[in-house]
């Protein structure tokens, strides 16, 4: 049976500029070939089972020859290939050839379009490829060959449109601006050169026609740059608005447990900042599965059930829908916990609970309990390492108390690629949401890679404690939330970055 390949668009690098067909794709390839142009982020979308060809650079390269032959091998051999190319596949990306060796070979193809450079990354610096008071022609360039003499550029037919945006020009501006300028468009012209658009690190350099390849050199640009040409351009000023984000530019490690990253990650994000990942802690299923089962057979016979996490909460529920029942399980049982994050995700899971202390610690936990628990049987599933101070108080009140490991913590696995850039002192900020994280971070580094990165990287904490811990461990805390909450976190950062130096 013969497969089928997709060229797909991959958009410029923003993971939100995938369209919904190029990640439903990803979900059903056997293969993705991709570039050094797509974002790897896009690849969580593919199946776990997908093998992933890089082609792009370095020592996987491979000539256009080779990926055509790898895109109608596996095509003949039956499988679905998705060929994620940056941008769109036929806009510079020899999408165009890949086909024709696909129709030739006879493997059935189909195309899915992407954002292409240009359009992204003239949005993304805050100019309209066109606009009515500028003219009504927008041209698209490649500047691969705009030096050579014997080249099809046709800078008099360039120089007429009233935007030309150049592809691969980066290496190639003197010969444009000279082109461009000898066919008569003015030295002035205003021309934006747009590195690695849309990502958070995108750095625009405004220049004119005269200027712009001197402008290359003193900014230290290298490609990948949108190079954009026109009167346009001048709108940048008024619409500007991705790098006008409170956080455009900052790198901020954000440490955390993996299930907590999300909230605070994605906020960073939104507010413009590049986020590395650096988990702290990490969960794992407990040493002895048969004692939770055992808990969960024999749930009806307690009096309480007493949850102190959130982790608990989806452990120990986990093993209740394993065992095939549900929440009738509980029984008669009373269901009381510490926390709102843990009341919360109890609700989420269908249960109501019976109690929550007002402060959201053990000892308010405990007061709100009964005092005389003579008799009563509880169970408390929990970490496999907690504190004591729960069990031995209730059963101080006469509780017979069940204490039944339902996950472990463990040191997370973090991703090499995070971890080196951390350890070269490549983040501007890390985050830390409690003094444990400090702890656990400080540790999974060497003495030297963490005055590399304490050289160049400030901290921020969540409260005094957390700050207490930093400041010992050698980090300089530039910002500390109030009220102590991951909001108040973010507000600290972004007014840290405001009032520093830009980025
Ligand atoms: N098919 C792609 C273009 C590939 S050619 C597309 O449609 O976008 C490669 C050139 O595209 C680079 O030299 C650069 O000029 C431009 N480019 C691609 N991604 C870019 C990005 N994120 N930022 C700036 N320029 C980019």
């Known amino acids: 049976m013969t497969g089928m390949v997709y060229l797909v668009g991959a958009g410029p690098w923003d993971p939100g500029l ?9 979900g059903c390839a056997d293969t993705v070939v991709y570039d050094y142009l797509c974002n790897p982020a896009h690849l969580v979308h593919a199946h776990p089972d997908t ?4 082609v792009g650079r370095g020592k996987s390269r491979l000539t256009q020859g080779e990926i055509n032959d790898l895109l109608v091998e596996r095509g003949l051999q039956g499988e679905v290939v998705v060929r994620l190319k940056g941008g769109d596949p036929f806009v510079f990306g020899r999408g165009g050839e890949e086909a024709e060796a696909l129709v030739a070979a006879g ?7 992407g954002v292409t450079a240009a359009i992204a990354g003239a949005a993304f610096a805050g100019i309209p490829v066109t ?6 022609t927008l041209g698209l360039c490649t500047g691969h060959r705009a030096d050579d003499p014997q080249g099809d550029v046709n800078f008099a037919a360039l120089a007429g449109l009233a935007t030309v945006v150049f592809y691969m020009g980066a290496r190639n501006l003197g010969a444009i601006s000279e082109g461009l300028i000898a066919a008569g468009r003015d030295p002035q012209t205003p021309v934006a050169l747009v590195r690695w658009a849309t990502r958070p690190d995108q750095h625009t350099v405004i220049t004119t026609l005269a200027d712009a390849e001197a402008a290359f050199v003193r900014h230290e640009l290298a490609p990948p740059v949108t190079v954009i040409v026109g009167e346009v351009v001048s709108l940048r000023d008024k619409i500007r608005w991705f790098e006008h984000k409170p956080l455009h530019g900052r790198r901020i490690a954000v440490t955390r447990s993996p299930e907590q990253q999300g909230p605070l990650a994605e906020r960073f994000a939104a507010l413009g900042a590049e986020v590395l990942s650096m988990p702290t802690i990490d969960f794992a299923p407990p040493r002895e599965p048969a004692r939770v089962q055992a808990a969960v057979a024999g749930l009806g016979e307690y009096d309480w059930v007493l949850f102190t996490s959130t982790n608990a909460v ?12 549900d929440a009738r399980a509980f ?10 994050a843990t009341a919360k995700r109890l609700r989420g899971r269908g249960l109501v609970p019976d109690l929550i202390p007002k402060a959201f610690v053990a000892e308010a936990f405990l007061a709100a309990l009964p005092e005389d628990l003579t008799g009563r049987r509880v169970l ?9 101070l729960l069990p031995d108080t209730l059963r101080a009140r006469g509780a017979q108390v069940d204490v039944v490991p339902v996950y472990r913590t463990v040191a997370p696995a973090v991703d090499p690629g995070t971890r080196g850039r951390l350890a070269r002192g490549e983040v501007d900020l890390l985050t830390f949401t409690a003094s444990s994280t400090v702890t656990q971070f400080v540790a999974q580094f060497s003495p030297a890679e963490l005055a590399a990165l304490q050289a160049n990287a400030v901290a921020a904490c969540i409260g005094p404690v957390a700050t207490q811990t930093a400041e010992a461990a050698g980090f300089r805390v530039v910002a500390e939330a109030t009220p102590h909450t991951i909001p108040g976190l973010v507000d600290a950062v972004v007014g840290w970055a405001a009032a520093g130096p830009a980025p």
Do not use: K, N, W, Y
Request: net charge neutral; charged share 20%; glycine share 10%.
């Open 314 to 325: 989806d452990a120990f529920l986990d093993a209740i829908q394993a065992a095939g029942r």
């Open 107 to 113: 493997v059935p193809f189909e195309v899915v379009p």
């Open 331 to 340: 029984g008669r049982a009373a269901i009381a916990c510490v926390g709102s």
């Open 131 to 136: 606009h009515r008071g500028f003219g009504p």
């Open 380 to 388: 408390l599933p929990r970490a496999e390492v907690a504190r004591e």
């Open 18 to 26: 995938l369209t919904l067909r190029g990640q439903s794709l990803l």
């Open 51 to 54: 093998e992933l060809i890089a």
